[in-house]
């Protein structure tokens, strides 16, 4: 479980969804609080609000957020 577990939700109802969401990002995170989801971007390192999480979950390839994180990987691999 990510440290995201004791983490403080300012206003959780902006964020909380009631089904566990999937995405192929890799900077996809989720937890699970009191029933609720809550769905995480560990490039923002900040909770994604319900109306973006849609975003993560169909459009996760094409975004710049994405783009970034994965540019700022390969840079330190090398
Ligand atoms: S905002 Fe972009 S980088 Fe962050 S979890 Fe969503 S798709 Fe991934």
Known sequence: MSKGFQEKIVF??????SYKPKSGCEFFDVIERNGS????????D???TRSKVSKCENL??????RRLGLKHLSGAKS
């Open 12 to 17: 959780p109802e902006i964020y909380s969804l």
């Open 37 to 44: 989801y809550f769905a995480k971007c560990k490039i923002l």
């Open 46 to 48: 900040s909770f994604i």
């Open 60 to 65: 996760w390839m094409d975004c710049p957020y």
